[in-house]
Every structure is written in C-alpha cells, then in structure tokens.
C-alpha cells in the first residue's frame, strides 16, 4: 500500500464514526457534541492538503486544464486518471458528504422528521449524497404541508 491508498481509506475511516452517530443515535446528546465543531470534515480536508502538499504538480495540472489542446475535459480527465488526483477528489467528495449530511441531520432535527426518512435521507446523504438530499429535501417539503 502507498500513501495514496493509505489516505483513500482514512478519509473514508474518518467519516465513519460521524455518519454512524447521525444514523443510529440521531437524537442523542453525543451525538450533537460530536458534531458541534469542524472534526467530522476535517479529516478529509487535511488529507486533501496533504495529498497537494506531495503533488502539487496536480493541483497546476488542474488551473491549467483549460489550455489543455485536447480540451478542458480532456484535461480534467487526466489530472483526476492519476492515484493522486483520484485520491485528492475522494478526500474533496467526501468530505462535502459528511457536510451535507450534517446539515440533512441538523434540520431533520429541527422540524422534527419522521425517524425512519430521517435515517433514509442520513444513509443516503453519504453513499450518494444526491438522493439523499432529495429525500430529504422532498419528505421536508411534504412535511410542511
């Protein structure tokens, strides 16, 4: 295993522990001081920081992309085909999971969601974020009505 394997995995490590917080014991005090600060995403920021920090040749390769002769995707392609920009975009999505669960939770308590759309839209909120957004987004609406 390199560094990149090894950093692919703990920014997903990292998360866990928040994620299974919210999805299990959404109501519980614990569960809210384990979330009150900036740790349940800070993992995969430093990772990303630390990836850059030994490739910064990719993050050049990104603000360059757009002069790349092929085209932008092509060169965005290119960059994001290598260990470290996988690895870097990883670290990048799920740490914008984990916040965007966060707030699904948050406002779930806030309005006081049905237990079991609440643990749908927390699921989903990091195995893809999308659904689980519009879940949420969806049951809320409903909610109001």
Do not use: C
């Amino acid at each position: 295993m390199d560094l990149y394997d090894i950093t692919f995995i703990l920014s997903t490590l990292w998360i866990g522990p928040f994620w299974f917080a919210m999805l299990i014991n959404p109501e519980k005090e614990k569960t809210k001081n384990l979330l009150k600060g900036p740790w349940f995403f800070l993992g995969p920021i430093l990772i990303w920081f630390i990836l850059i920090g030994f490739d910064p040749q990719g993050l050049i390769d990104f603000a360059t992309s757009t002069s790349n002769p092929d085209g932008f995707i092509e060169g965005l392609a290119a960059g994001l085909g290598t260990k470290a920009g996988l690895t870097a975009t990883w670290a990048h999505m799920v740490a914008g999971d984990i916040f965007v669960t966060r707030w699904i939770w948050l406002k779930s308590l806030e309005i006081n969601a049905n237990k079991w759309v609440m643990r749908l839209s927390i699921f989903f909120g990091i195995m893809l974020m999308p659904v689980g957004l519009a879940i949420h987004l969806f049951f809320s609406y409903l909610n109001k009505k």
